[in-house]
């Protein structure tokens, strides 16, 4: 009887550390996706903001040439 617990002990110590490397696997799998989810809305948000202020210096420039025009 004492072999087959240690039989038992030994395979179910081996199937405890192949199920943790399996959930380790999957929470590292979990934490790229979302990782590189953040890193597409950053760019996303670089580029809006960067758009943003193209428009902002554009109405700038039109608003000093028309005001410059009336001063003449």
Known sequence: MSASLKAAGRWGGVFIIIALVI????QLISLVGFLL???????????????????????????RRNGGAEDI
């Not at 959930?23 to 999957?26: A, G, M, N, P, Y």
């Open 37 to 63: 989810f953040a890193f597409k809305a950053l760019i996303v948000v670089a580029f809006v903001g960067l758009v943003l202020l193209m428009i902002v210096l554009v109405l700038r420039g039109r608003s």
């Open 23 to 26: 959930t380790l696997l999957r």
